[in-house]
């Protein structure tokens, strides 16, 4: 299954700053996801990464606080912008592939 | 840190028993579900699929079981380990094709020795 990279692995961020969180696969895959997982809760779709177009989001995540890139079919990068402490949780990056779907480890984001 | 699910239910058994997880889902469209096991300060890890056109699947010491009827999954852990304490989710691919999964509220499991 592809193997993901996904950095930082941890950050504390002052409120009303910026976060790009990177997501490497190591391999070329259709769908990429990103998540977020607020503290002691289930993961929850932020947004489909679309190669060459914009990202869609779900209700509840505007692009203007979650913007996203997907330059090429192996890199993405979700940005979290005029962070908050309600902001703090766990980011994850997903691939959808041949082998089924595969998480990162995660960014782990505590907003001060 | 906090750890992942301080906040979920919680199923506790004895090192050796077997665990039963249980899982509800919503959108009868579903027609792909899968077990996730998320440790601490780590993405969810596959455990085991089942497609809806199966109502039973095993693998290593673990077994899926799919209800459509009443829209209920349940993973069953034999002979239970403390490598198994963890946090469980169900996740399901609602529709066709490669689409994000929707994932369940999550339950702990703590294995005691």
């Known amino acids: 299954s592809a193997v993901i990279s996904q950095k930082p692995s941890r950050d504390i961020c002052q409120r009303g700053t910026s976060l790009t969180i990177q997501c490497q696969v190591d391999?070329?895959?259709?769908?990429m996801f990103w998540y977020r997982q607020q503290p002691g809760q289930s993961l929850t779709l932020i947004a489909t990464a679309n190669q060459g177009s914009e990202a869609t989001y779900e209700s509840g995540f505007v692009i203007d606080k979650f913007p996203i890139s997907r330059p090429n079919l192996t890199f993405s990068t979700l940005t979290v912008s005029n962070m908050s402490p309600e902001d703090s949780s766990i980011y994850l990056c997903?691939?959808?592939?041949?082998?089924?779907?595969?998480f990162g480890s995660g960014t782990r984001l505590t907003v001060v | 840190g906090e750890s992942v699910g301080l906040h979920l239910p919680t199923l506790s058994v004895q090192e050796g028993d077997n665990s039963i997880i249980n899982c509800a889902y919503s959108n009868s469209a579903s027609d792909y579900f899968i077990w996730y096991k998320q440790e601490s300060g780590k993405g969810p890890q596959f455990i085991i699929d089942?497609?809806?056109?199966?109502d039973k699947r095993q693998g290593q010491r673990v077994t899926v079981l799919l209800n459509k009827t009443v829209k209920h999954l349940s993973l069953q852990i034999a002979a239970t380990q403390p490598g198994d304490s963890a946090v469980y989710f169900c996740?399901?691919?609602?529709?066709?094709?490669?689409?994000?999964?929707?994932f369940g509220s999550g339950t702990r499991l703590q294995v005691q020795p």
């Open positions: 996740a399901e691919n609602r529709g066709t094709g490669r689409r994000a999964l929707t």
């Open positions: 089942i497609r809806s056109n199966m």
């Open positions: 997903s691939v959808s592939g041949a082998d089924g779907y595969t």
């Open positions: 391999s070329q895959v259709t769908m």
